[in-house]
């Protein structure tokens, strides 16, 4: 058979793939049966739950669940193992298996379990995940393990940051809030202190002190992320998207839709253009990674940085010589709110034993456990009794969480499928902007209708 | 084991079947390779069957509806200009990438094959061009993304020179971004050209340079006819190895500029990741896949004529 022969039969052979695969349909998935239970998305004046009634496994059985977690990557397995150990035995009928990844393996290994039907029984979340798991039929409902298990201790103890107690999406309770991230500026206290500087409270008063940082005493007063691929998480909420909640407007709708093409989105575009233009921040911008934004700030380059509340270990491990703290809210001319997000624990569709799920859930989200994990760790928790404590309360960045938490303004980072291509486009189209390829005008009428179709092709 | 098997099978035949003793030689061949075998077709021929299947239908994780669409998304290909915008930076890589490489991988292994100075120095600076080889492409992106930063060491030199008033965005210009992508690449893969066409010239035999000399030939007329044609087989093979390395390439990308600014470094291959990782679009996905797969299943052809093509006294 000479090599001609060899390329025919291999070209028949895929065209005959094509029309008999193709013919090929996948087995159907079984859907959950959603229960007719009111949205759990009220904060805790709403009507208390029915008792509880017993749903975890009798003590003949044990039964065993996984737990899929990427922090101990980080962290290290210690304290994860004391936990654990600590759960079973207060359950000594349950059993967590827990697995371990890192951040930047979480969502692949979540992708390609949701693909083959395996989710682990419990797992880490976040907003936009909860969206795309949810519409994969990845997440297990948890309404009805919520009515039969909380009680009153359980709604007083989680989610009492801000409006939501847990991850939902059209109508599915797919997510129970851990970890609370709030997004704002943290700045060089001793910076700050020894140039007798006052902190801005609004962003026009935040412009001129970079003008005068520039102009007084030839530095930059910030670095901004807006390179690809690292930027596309930070440009559309932490920056842009915070400034039009200030000024009293809106990036997407309560169906998820862009809700930008107003004055106040238009404003925003030329709000942190006219820093770009005006050499008020670090130069190329829009080839700064984050790595190298947080060494500017930790090595005292600029004395401002947008961030989350890890900033502060960040810089202690990069040898920062400075306390690093958190700003009050900056407001705008409506409001006050800032950029925030949660981090969830869901349960996965498959999994054999929800009720035991949810009581590890349930133990993660407890008074003793998230106390423990900000001491250890100095981790921002959706559970308020950590910020009680005086030691958290002194703190110069935890500190300051419960009040930015309890502003109603806040812009809660959106559960979109798609987030991700969505947030990448802004920040192409931005970058058109900074680079004078567009006027604002024609990028934001683009970024619009992208916006709907990367929604509609999900 | 195997030699007990095959006597069994010599004497007792296989379900009362006696084969022959040339077939039964070509069997026990072909038991040997068969886990190879096997395990190409796993990794290399159901992937590639995988995708065409997923590039027929509408294919979502988790859903149950899951219609045969044809040619649909293969229709789209000719519609999505970021598609063909991403094809033309990655011809354009591939092309300028091989051009570059073979052609700094001749003069340096022309320079190492010559008696220009002794050979422990020859040997030294051998060993100091295979260096950059031996980085990983990852850590490679992230030692250039440091030192093409602003205040990398590249731009700390050009300015204290005075050749630049002040510091460029080398991976977020929408001029140079694909350029540096490219220029790292030929940096790192310049020593597999240089060994390969090393090789291929101390393959020369010297009876040619003798008798070419009795002929009264120059330096120039003995590589111009002679050192030339030898090395066209290897010439050919690291040219088309590179092109397609070139054009397939992803790792720098993602790495220094994300495909950025303004889709200006975009690639064929991370255009790919995005529209199958970012948007989850799994079966426009898979047809973009098809679409590479079939572009580079030409160049191997082509190779593969132009490699029989150069070799005629074969």
């Known amino acids: 058979m000479n090599r001609r ?48 009634k017993p749903t975890t496994p009798t003590e003949e059985e044990v039964v065993e669940i996984t737990y899929f977690e990427h922090f101990s990557t980080e962290f290290g397995d210690e304290w994860f193992n004391k936990i654990i150990a600590n759960f079973e035995a207060q359950h000594p009928n349950i059993k967590v298996n827990r697995i371990s990844k890192p951040w930047g393996e979480l969502w692949p290994s979540l992708t390609a379990w949701a693909q083959s039907e395996e989710m682990p029984d419990v797992f880490a979340t976040h907003g936009a995940w909860l969206a795309i798991l949810s519409e994969w039929n990845a997440l297990y409902d948890l309404r009805e393990v919520i009515e039969e298990n909380a009680d009153d201790e359980y709604i007083e103890n989680t989610g009492a940051m801000g409006p939501y107690y847990y991850g939902t999406y059209k109508g599915e309770v797919n997510g129970a809030t851990w970890g609370y991230f709030v997004y704002g500026l943290f700045y060089n206290v001793e910076f700050f202190e020894e140039n007798n500087i006052e902190l801005p409270g609004t962003w026009d008063e935040f412009e001129e002190l970079l003008r005068d940082l520039r102009d007084e005493k030839d530095m930059y007063g910030i670095s901004l992320v807006w390179s690809l691929p690292e930027g596309y998480s930070h440009f559309p909420y932490l920056q842009w998207g915070w400034w039009v909640t200030g000024a009293g407007g809106k990036v997407y709708d309560e169906n998820n839709e862009p809700a930008f093409n107003t004055p106040e989105g238009k404003s925003g575009l030329e709000y ?105 760790f100095g981790m921002s928790t959706a559970n308020m009794a950590y910020y009680e404590l005086p030691e958290t309360k002194e703190d110069p960045v935890l500190g300051m969480i419960p009040e930015i938490a309890a502003d109603k303004d806040n812009m809660m980072i959106p559960a979109i499928t798609n987030k991700d291509a969505i947030d990448t486009m802004i920040l192409e189209e931005w970058q058109s902007i900074l680079l004078e390829d567009k006027s604002i005008d024609d990028a934001i009428a683009d970024m619009e209708s992208q916006w709907l179709e990367l929604m509609t092709e999900f | 084991m195997a030699n007990k098997m095959l006597i069994l099978f010599k004497q007792k035949g296989f379900l009362g079947i006696r084969v022959k003793g040339r077939v039964r030689q070509q069997i026990t061949g072909y038991l040997f390779v068969a886990p190879a075998v096997l395990f190409l077709v796993a990794i290399t021929f159901y992937p590639i069957f995988r995708s065409i299947q997923l590039s027929v239908i509408d294919y979502s994780i988790g859903s149950s509806d899951q219609p045969f669409v044809g040619m649909k998304y293969y229709a789209k290909l000719f519609e999505d ?100 992508v490219i220029a790292i690449f030929v940096w790192k893969d310049t020593p597999f050209a240089m060994v390969m066409i090393l090789a291929a010239l101390k393959s020369v035999p010297m009876d040619l340079y003798d008798a070419a000399k009795v002929d009264g030939a120059s330096s120039w007329q003995y590589f111009r006819y002679v050192t030339v044609p030898l090395m066209m087989p290897v010439v ?35 255009y790919l990741y995005k529209v199958a990782f970012m948007q989850m679009d799994f079966s426009y996905g898979s047809a973009i896949s098809i679409l590479i797969f079939v572009i580079l299943l030409l160049f191997a052809i082509l190779y593969i004529r132009a490699y029989t093509r150069s070799r005629p006294w074969q």
């Open chain 1, 5 to 52: 022969h060899i390329i025919g039969w291999l070209s028949l052979l895929i065209i005959l793939s094509m029309i008999i695969t193709g013919c090929a349909k996948e087995t159907a998935t079984p859907q959950p049966e959603s229960t007719s239970l009111p949205e759990a998305t009220s904060p805790p004046e709403a009507t208390s739950p029915p008792e509880a």
């Open chain 1, 272 to 376: 942190w253009k006219r820093l770009y233009d005006d050499d008020l921040i670090s130069p190329n911008a829009e080839a700064m990674t984050v790595q190298q934004a947080r060494g500017d700030f930790c090595s005292g380059k600029v004395p401002f940085i947008i961030d989350g509340p890890w900033i502060k270990g960040t810089c202690e491990s990069l040898g920062g010589e400075f306390t690093v703290a958190m700003m009050p809210p900056i407001c705008g001319e409506e409001t006050c709110g800032s950029p925030v997000t949660f981090q969830y624990l869901s349960v996965g569709a498959n999994s054999e034993h929800p009720e035991a799920a949810f009581e590890f859930i349930k133990y993660m989200q407890s008074d003793e456990v998230t106390i423990d994990w900000g001491k250890t």
């Open chain 2, 81 to 180: 200009e970021y598609l063909w915008n991403a094809l033309k930076h990655s011809f354009y890589f591939g092309f300028t990438g091989f051009v570059v490489t073979v052609l700094i991988g001749m003069i340096l292994a022309v320079l190492l094959n010559s008696n220009w100075t002794t050979l422990r120095v020859r040997d030294f600076m051998r060993g100091l061009f295979v260096l950059p080889w031996m980085f990983s492409t990852t850590v490679a992106a992230l030692m250039w993304g440091l030192i093409l930063h602003r205040d990398g060491i590249l731009n700390s030199y050009l300015t204290q020179l005075g050749l630049l008033e002040r510091p460029i965005a080398f991976t977020g210009d929408k001029v140079l971004a694909l350029p540096v």
């Open chain 2, 236 to 270: 050919l093979t690291v040219s088309i190895l590179v092109f397609i390395w070139g054009f397939g390439h992803y790792d720098l990308v993602k790495v220094i500029t994300g495909g950025g600014p303004l889709h200006r470094s975009e690639v064929v291959s991370y």
